[in-house]
């Protein structure tokens, strides 16, 4: 495995859950892939589980984590191409990239879409600069468009909760204060379209995902109707993709707080499990009687990414043996 982007990047889904189930079980049991072995874990922005949780499936591995906080830690890093490196960034990615995958064996970057340029967004352009430049194998640990290290951990909990063959899974968008990315919403719905489950998306008009994560999956305006013998409900707040009007691209478009995740809602599902990748903001985007009641997920589902980022570490470095 030489790049962790998208859901095709794991290959059989079924596979993977079986060997996520391994790797939870005996989590020890493959120290000798990483010994003498490096990952840079390289962070533009904030994080708490994604930075973790790497780290200890690194450990879990036998595999030495280096991470670094761009900006903080270390220069500030300019990301576009032919500018005038007159402003606050001292170094350029062009070199920041080939030196710091010689001090490694994986590279693994977050860096989230700025929202203010669609195209460059959604071209992973920083993401692929990694890609082209370090010769390393490459993970999103959420870059502009993606976070399929969250969207594999979503799917290995509803895999271990589940009650039926084949569950109803409802992605609602949710309000929230601040602008953010698209990327937690794209994968989900990239991952849930490739699973054996009963996709359902509402949220608010205009907030319509990319057609590339989105693909053929069902979308309902009505959140309450999306809602009715839910298994599953999956929250979460995006800005706008600017799919039908490009010109409101990472805007928000609405703070109707109906959306907000409430008993209201979950009256109507089929005793849902309520889902978030966290970080979350109480009383916007879910009640606290929500995810304080004994079938929210969101502990368990942040303990998961330690089993998804470790079966992406694990193939690497059998890759790289
Ligand atoms: C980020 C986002 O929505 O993409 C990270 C989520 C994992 N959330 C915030 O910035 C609050
Ligand atoms: N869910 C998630 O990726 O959390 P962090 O932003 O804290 O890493």
């Known amino acids: 495995m030489r790049k962790f982007f998208d859901v095709n990047d794991i290959g059989d889904l079924s596979k993977a ?20 072995k490096t990952i840079m874990l390289v962070f533009f922005n904030s994080s708490l589980r994604t930075r973790l949780s790497s780290q200890k499936a690194a450990y879990n591995l036998g595999m030495n984590p280096i991470v670094l906080n761009i900006g903080q830690d270390s220069w500030k890093l300019e990301t576009e191409m032919g500018v005038v490196m007159d402003g606050d960034k001292s170094e350029h990615l062009r070199e920041a990239i080939p030196v710091m995958a010689s001090y490694c064996d994986i590279i693994a970057v977050r860096s989230f879409a700025g929202l203010c340029d669609r195209d460059f967004d959604y071209a992973e352009t920083v993401l692929n600069q990694f890609v082209q430049y370090s010769g390393k194998p490459v993970i999103s640990l959420e870059s502009a468009t993606v976070h399929p290290c969250q969207a594999f951990a979503d799917l290995i909990t509803i895999e271990e909760y589940k009650k039926t063959a084949r569950p109803k899974v409802v992605l609602t968008w949710a309000p929230h204060p601040k602008a953010l990315p698209q ?13 054996d489950v009963d996709f359902v998306i509402t949220h608010p008009e205009g907030y319509e995902l990319d057609p ?29 993709p600017g799919v039908t009007r490009p010109q409101d691209y990472g805007k928000i478009l609405s703070k109707d707080m109906s959306w907000t995740v409430g008993d ?33 997920l969101v502990i368990p589902e942040a303990a998961n990414r ?11 470095l059998e890759a790289l043996q």
Request: hydrophobic share 45%; net charge positive.
């Open 17 to 36: 859950l079986e060997e996520a189930a391994q790797v939870k079980k005996t989590p020890f049991a493959w120290k000798h892939l990483g010994m003498d």
């Open 183 to 195: 990327a937690v919403p794209n994968s989900f719905a990239q991952w849930m379209n490739a699973a």
């Open 212 to 240: 590339r994560f989105a693909g053929n999956a069902r979308v309902e305006y009505d959140q309450m109707k999306a809602f009715e013998g839910a298994d599953f409900i999956y929250a979460k707040n995006w800005s706008c």
């Open 264 to 296: 209201r809602q979950m009256a109507v599902t089929n005793d849902a499990y309520f889902m978030h990748c966290l970080p979350v903001r109480r009383n916007m985007i879910v009640s606290d009687s929500v995810i304080d009641a004994p079938t929210s």
């Open 306 to 316: 330690v089993v998804s980022i470790q079966v992406v570490m694990k193939r690497m």
